[in-house]
């Protein structure tokens, strides 16, 4: 069974261990290795950041990634969404599939969001087929965008929730 909880303190290490995995950073398009420093700030600031709502994806009470919401934009009624798995997770399983169930329907629940949108690496074949399973629809391919610069082809996917 899938949950989500808010990110907290307790999730923190996996979540570390996660963003530096070179696979995960790859696929990701992370740019760089984030100190504990680093990732230690970016929570403090996440805390208080009311365009980022962030959760812990549990399957069996196992923290097994985490999903997100970024550049909340209330008037809009559109954010940008995000998920990640760990590499130790179970494949196949409907993970990410059930995270983004539950996140639609936390959504749907408060009522603030109507469009959500995501910006995957081309390459990326296995998030634009979860993507597409739950009910996302490619908007456009491009170079580059503002938050991924120089990581070659991107597609953009949405959905109207």
Not at 90 to 104: D, N, T
Request: glycine letters at 6%; a negative charge; one cysteine or more.
């Amino acid at each position: 069974m899938v949950v989500l909880d808010k990110l907290s303190d307790n999730h923190l290490m996996n979540t570390f261990r996660w963003i530096n995995d070179p696979h995960l950073s790859k696929m990701f398009l992370f740019k760089r290795q984030v100190t504990w420093e680093d990732h230690i700030r970016w929570y403090q600031k996440y805390l208080k950041d009311e365009s980022q709502e962030v959760y812990a994806i549990s399957y069996n009470s196992d923290h097994v990634g985490n999903i997100g919401l970024k550049e909340i934009d209330v008037l809009d009624r559109s954010a940008e969404t995000w998920i990640y798995l760990g590499q130790d997770v179970p494949k196949r399983k409907g993970i990410g599939y059930g995270a983004y169930l539950e996140l639609f329907r936390l959504i749907r629940s408060e009522g603030c969001i109507d469009k959500l949108c995501c910006h995957i690496a081309l390459f990326n074949q296995a998030s634009i087929s979860l993507y597409k399973k739950v009910g996302f629809e490619n908007v456009s391919q491009i170079e580059e965008t503002k938050h991924h610069v120089g990581n070659g082809e991107i597609v953009k996917m949405e959905i109207m929730l």
